[in-house]
């Protein structure tokens, strides 16, 4: 299976940007689905924004319009775009690999936005 290994998160401030990456050990080419979730202290893990294999789009409305999720297949590798930032978007961020054989994720990386 693909592994997933996650990167770019950090420490920023309210209204700044932060560029996450996620780095697949093998092609993402043929992967199905490819998607970003977030998991903040004692809440829910959720969904924020999914590409497919044939590059359609989609997100969670709470982060439309401020994410933009891209991939390179060149790179196998997955990024996710976070602009205008905001403190609830504090959370761990964890990358996912979906398809018909698999389901993978990667370890997460943290993101604190300071108020």
């Known amino acids: 299976q693909v592994q997933l290994v996650e990167s770019g998160g950090g420490l920023v401030q309210v209204g700044g940007s932060l560029r996450l990456s996620c780095a697949a050990s093998g092609s993402i080419f043929s992967i199905n689905r490819m998607e970003w979730y977030r998991q903040a202290p004692g809440k829910q893990r959720e969904l924020v924004a999914a590409v497919t294999g044939g590059g359609r789009t989609n997100y969670a409305i709470f982060v439309k319009g401020r994410f933009i999720i891209s991939k390179s297949n060149a790179k196998n590798t997955v990024y996710l775009q976070m602009n205008s930032l905001q403190p609830e978007d504090t959370a761990v961020y964890y990358c996912?690999?979906?398809?018909?054989?698999?389901?993978?994720w990667g370890q997460g990386t943290q993101v604190t936005v300071s108020s």
């Open positions: 996912r690999a979906v398809d018909a054989n698999y389901d993978n």
